[in-house]
């Protein structure tokens, strides 16, 4: 009955607020602010572009999903788990919910077509369950619709009565007004940590994918800069997400190495280094080197033309053209991978000059099938040709050369046709997105792209100072990555001292310390938030220890861990305990922590397919304050006055144990290294 009250109260507030928000937007609609130059207006304007763009990006997911399920495939019915001792890794509980109420569901109710299979998280309080089923709302709003009389709570009874059994649930009640509220079994949540302790951390299984990340991408030549850096992180903790599911990575750095500035770089370096075909030249900064050479290009017209020349040469292949030309990227390259050494990325060169060879034909295909139409003597593609809607590609320019699009449409081709993958994920700036989604509609329309299959633009936001403008130094200059990775060595190891943790470790644990924390909370800063916001990079943040960190997250693993090592109990006397009696969640901070920790293939399977990290750390955080929560009010181990250990609660000890192989997975994930001491 007080479920019902809350919840009325709740709806009635909801509306309330409904009604305001409306009320707002149409006063707003009415007025026309543009003449207004208030900073909180400009805020919200643009905070209203960003929407936009999240919708148009939620469209474009619902589209290609509603083009997916264009013909309605018969249910098959689920194979449901009957038997904990059938479970040998970890389940993901929510889709096993899911198979359990669709069985239900569709029983209950065999003439509804496509019912609503509504399942979530119940949320912090324990009076609503674990997990909630809200099908019968929906539901009875649907019969009303076919004159059928009922009311949720009877739906809600009657899918309760075809339940088939389900060693996940203890028990199911039905609340409000047509709540399920799911209380999930605890014999079965101890079965499965036990498998943890026992196998390690295993994935969900999952239908094995071939999936090609294509991030970092920087160009030749030119600054790696920290819109690279947040390509790079992101992309290497989404390609780690899949293949901790056992996918099949391709992980490409589509690197700008190929286009008209290398006539001018190329003119240049036979001017300055005239013997570089026998003496490697000795440029050490390849970006003084980029300006020098376009300051000769603006200025002096025989350069130009020289640079010019250039270019025609390195396109037909002339040797020298390409030696010179395979020089400056070798230099280039060596500065990269300084970066991605240090971050501990994995990557696979494959540039826009990879694609060079196979463009031809792609243009003639097109070409042939009428897909291109001039335009001011370009020749350009829509992805939509009767609404001409947003911008088309160009796919060759009016001088015959190809581009950015002419190399990206190549791209999808040659990912599709000779690697097969089955998704195409690209990681760049937002300010991408429309040319990754007429990239998309361009493949789909050529008949590249099948149905099933779509680009995937992974975007994300701007990275600012602490002034909440475009990062910057002090100076005003960009920011040079090496640079930004050294300054962040050298504040972690002043927080490490200032902790007084350089008397406690040795050399070596604190050089590692520092290397965790410093490339740790770069990444961590970066993967928290939402990616597609803006972010402020500030260290002091970063390197805060208290708060959604990672020095935060680093510590406390580091405590956990330290719990069986006071106690001197080892990895194997706590396993042979396990087999022996088991797994016990007891005491209700146990339990708690329990649930929380069983969760991790649901978010798991969440991040693979929206690709939305901060998830993950949200996650991470949850652990490690429910870890807290029982660690205040659980001994693992008794100690009398003396310190001498008088009592091991070795189940307690299981727990850690789980707890810290779940965090330290999550971590690997975000591709940030753990430490034992810090
Ligand atoms: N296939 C792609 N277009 N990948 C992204 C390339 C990013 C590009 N080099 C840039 O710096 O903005």
Redesign the pocket.
Known sequence: MSNLKTLNERTSKAEKDTKAIEEEIDKLDKDDLSHVADPRLEKLLSENEKLKHRLAILENAIKAESANQGSKISRKRPNLITDINSIEGTVCILDELKNVFEIAITSAYPDLDDPPLVITLSGNNPKFGDYQCNSAMPISQLLKAKNVKTNPREVANNILNKMPLSPLIERIEVAGAGFLNIYLHKAFAEHVLNCILQLGVKPPPVKKEKVIV?FS???IAKEMHVG?LRSTIIGDSICRVLEFLNHDVLRLN?L?DWGTQFGMLIAHLQEKFPDYKTHSPPISDLQAFYKESKKRFDEDEEFKKRAYSCVVQLQSGQPDFIAAWKLICEVSRREFQKIYDRLNINIIDRGESFYQSRMDAVVKELKEKGFLEEDEGRLIMWGNPESHEGIPLTVVKSDGGYT?DTS?LT?IKQRVEEEKGDRFI?V?DAG?YTHFMTIDACARRAGILKNGQKVEHVGFGVVLGEDKKKFKTRSGDTVKLIELLDEGLKRALDKLVEKGRDKVLTPEELKKAQEAVAYGCIKYADLSHNRINDYVFSFDKMLDDKGNTAVYLLYALTRIRSIARTAQISESKLLEEAKKSGFKLAHESEWKLGKVLLRFPEIILKVANDLYLHSLCEYLYEISSTFTEFYDKCYCVEKDKDGQIVNIFYERLMLCEVTARIMEKCLDILGIKTVSKM
């Open positions: 294509d991408s920087p160009n690279h589509h700008g950015y990206d791209a690209y760049t991408q």
